[in-house]
């Protein structure tokens, strides 16, 4: 069963920086597509941002593009996302997710993705 293991979540004032990490497991990670989600209280879970499985392209959503950075290591089966600048609304869960048979047209799509993992709270006070 394939593990997806978030860890790095907080509690950051405005402006501050926090840096997210996951931790995969049982799978050929560098066959994967890997994406990070966010879900805030009340809200549908929504797309952060998506690297494709060599790392060389990456896709971000409009509202954390220039602030955030999605990285991965796959000598480590690691995919990371620095979060820099951020706001109040970047408050939610934080999930990764993993999926092998991705397309560029669904990349954003949470129902793409086959795993999933527990998530981690990032909290952004003003």
């Known amino acids: 069963q394939v593990q997806l293991v978030e860890s790095g979540g907080g509690l950051v004032q405005a402006g501050g920086s926090l840096g997210l990490s996951c931790a995969a497991s049982?799978?050929?990670?560098?066959?994967?597509?890997m994406g990070w989600f966010r879900q805030a209280p009340g809200k549908e879970r929504e797309f952060v941002a998506a690297?494709?499985?060599?790392?060389?392209?990456?896709s971000y959503a409009d509202s954390v593009k220039g602030r955030f950075t999605i990285s991965r290591d796959n000598a480590k089966n690691t995919v990371y996302l620095q979060m820099n600048s951020l706001k109040p609304e970047d408050t939610a869960v934080y999930y990764c997710?993993?999926?092998?048979?991705?397309?560029?047209?669904?990349?954003?799509?949470?129902?793409?993705?086959?795993?999933w993992g527990q998530g981690t709270q990032v909290t952004v006070s003003s």
């Open positions: 997710a993993a999926d092998s048979k991705i397309t560029i047209a669904t990349i954003t799509l949470d129902r793409a993705y086959a795993y």
């Open positions: 049982r799978l050929t990670f560098s066959n994967y597509v």
């Open positions: 690297i494709n499985s060599s790392g060389g392209r990456t």
